[in-house]
Nanobody, 123 residues
Framework: QVQLVESGGGLVQTGGSLRLSCAAPGLTFGWYGMGWFRQAPGKEREFVAAISRSGGTTYNTDSVKGRFTISRDNAKNTVYLQMNSLAPEDTGVYYC????????????????RGRGTQVTVSS
């Protein structure tokens, strides 16, 4: 059974950093592109970042470019999201997702999704 388990969320002040992790036991990890999405209170879930199966290509939504970095360790079946210069608008539940096809920003096109980890940025 495929599970995606996020960790690393928490409360941080504006300008701070967090590193999210997503472990994927049971997944043939190297076959899947991995992504991060987030959902703020009262808003729809939105794409944040994604990384190709090999890790050679990454994608970021405009609002996080230069601040967030996605990476993966295929030997550990884990994808990471390093978040720097956090701002209150980054607050939300962060979800990781896996997809065997090409990268897409549409959450419904991702076959596997975790339960999320809460990130709260105080002003």
């Amino acid at each position: 059974q495929v599970q995606l388990v996020e960790s690393g969320g928490g409360l941080v002040q504006t300008g701070g950093s967090l590193r999210l992790s997503c472990a994927a036991p049971g997944l043939t990890f190297g076959w899947y592109g991995m992504g991060w999405f987030r959902q703020a209170p009262g808003k729809e879930r939105e794409f944040v970042a994604a990384i190709s199966r090999s890790g050679g290509t990454t994608y970021n939504t405009d609002s996080v470019k230069g601040r967030f970095t996605i990476s993966r360790d295929n030997a550990k079946n884990t994808v990471y999201l390093q978040m720097n210069s956090l701002a209150p608008e980054d607050t939300g539940v962060y979800y990781c997702a896996a997809r065997s096809g090409g990268i897409t920003t549409m959450i419904n096109d991702w076959a596997y999704r975790g339960r999320g980890t809460q990130v709260t940025v105080s002003s």
